[in-house]
Nanobody
């Protein structure tokens, strides 16, 4: 049974940093892409960042240059380093593993983390 455990969310002031982690167990995803999504109240879920098996990355325009996605295949873990956080980054962040990445596009899988709240104060 696949389990995804997210951690690292919290409350931070604008300009601060947080690092999100998503650890997968029950299956290996080293041959799959991974991604991070976020969803704010009343808004649609959006893809924030994705990383391919080979390390190619995609970032939403709103986070490019501030966020960095990385992965550790040995630990089957995906990370999202978030710097220079802004109030508009406030959202619930979800990891997605087991997806596909090609042509700068990420196809999500049905494996989702439980979500972690990130709140950025102004």
């Amino acid at each position: 049974q696949v389990q995804l455990v997210e951690s690292g969310g919290g409350f931070v002031q604008a300009g601060g940093s947080l690092r999100l982690s998503c650890a997968a167990s029950g299956s290996t995803f080293s041959a799959n892409a991974m991604g991070w999504y976020r969803q704010a109240p009343g808004k649609q879920r959006e893809l924030v960042a994705a990383i391919s098996v080979g390390g190619e990355t995609y970032y939403a325009h709103s986070v490019k240059g501030r966020f960095t996605i990385s992965r550790d295949n040995a630990k089957t873990t995906v990370y999202l380093q978030m710097n220079s956080l802004r109030p508009e980054d406030t959202s619930v962040y979800y990891c997605n593993v087991g997806g596909d990445y090609s042509g700068n596009f990420y196809w999500e899988s049905h494996y989702w983390g439980q979500g972690t709240q990130v709140t950025v104060s102004s």
